[in-house]
């Protein structure tokens, strides 16, 4: 079956500039994630979705971060007044449930960067 | 907390020879370890997972790792590697119910 998507793969914003990352997880799949992935940094968790509720935020890195999903499938992660920190590539990944010992399946990412 | 290392952020090696990817963990409760690996503009894909049972973990494409609990390691081994092994490995563990930690990955060349 199909696996993770995400739009764009690749995105070049201005400092400034709004941008929209999508992800179309797995049908079936209940748990949704982001993930940040930064040269040297491996990979850093955003955010957690379990249906269309994110009870965990914690890992947004200020609140110009927001994500949302909607109909228990598809979701966006859009960051406001983009700055040069945010050029990484941002994964996407999909779970049956949030459970640790559920495997995560990945997205190909999306590589943001901002000029 | 629950965290992983990563030592060797890049490790080169000759096709055929053999390979070990250190991965050391820090956790205080029960520990389940995961290896994924990430080619070249892809997404991160499962090599392998411990849960329970047998230290010895095998995996996809000929990669097996050893749970040792009292070093607390789980290094991912290849007998005999091939040049498309060359990507990026990255060892995760759980943090919570849902949250994985993931290391900072290690970069595995193979040279011809």
């Known amino acids: 079956g199909a696996g993770v998507s995400q739009s764009p793969s690749n995105k070049v914003t201005e400092k400034g500039k709004d941008v929209e990352l999508r992800c179309d997880p797995i049908s079936g799949h209940t748990a949704l994630y982001w993930y940040r992935q930064s040269l040297g940094q491996g990979l850093e968790f955003l955010i957690y979705?379990?249906?269309?509720?994110?009870?965990?935020k914690s890992g947004l890195p200020s609140d110009r971060f927001s994500a949302e999903r909607t109909g228990g499938s598809v979701s966006t992660l859009t960051i406001q007044r983009t700055q040069q920190e945010d050029s990484a590539v941002y994964l996407c990944?999909?779970?049956?449930?949030?459970?640790?010992?559920?495997?995560?399946?990945f997205g190909p990412g999306t590589r943001l960067t901002v000029t | 907390a629950q965290s992983v290392t990563q030592l060797d952020s890049q490790v080169p090696v000759f096709e055929e020879a053999p390979v070990e990817l250190r991965c050391n963990y820090s956790?205080?409760?029960?520990?389940?370890l995961f290896w994924y690996v990430q080619y070249p503009n892809q997404g991160l894909q499962l090599l392998l997972k411990?849960?329970?049972?047998?230290?010895l973990v095998k995996g996809i494409n000929g990669f097996e790792a050893e749970f040792n609990k009292s070093q607390t390691s789980f290094h991912l081994r290849k007998p005999s590697v091939h040049i498309s092994d060359t990507a990026e490995y990255f060892c995760a563990v759980p943090s919570g119910t849902y949250k994985y930690i993931f290391g900072t990955g290690t970069r595995l060349k193979v040279l011809a």
């Open positions: 411990y849960l329970s049972g047998s230290t």
């Open positions: 979705f379990q249906g269309n509720s994110a009870p965990d």
């Open positions: 956790s205080s409760v029960s520990v389940y």
């Open positions: 990944a999909s779970s049956f449930s949030g459970g640790e010992i559920y495997e995560q399946y």
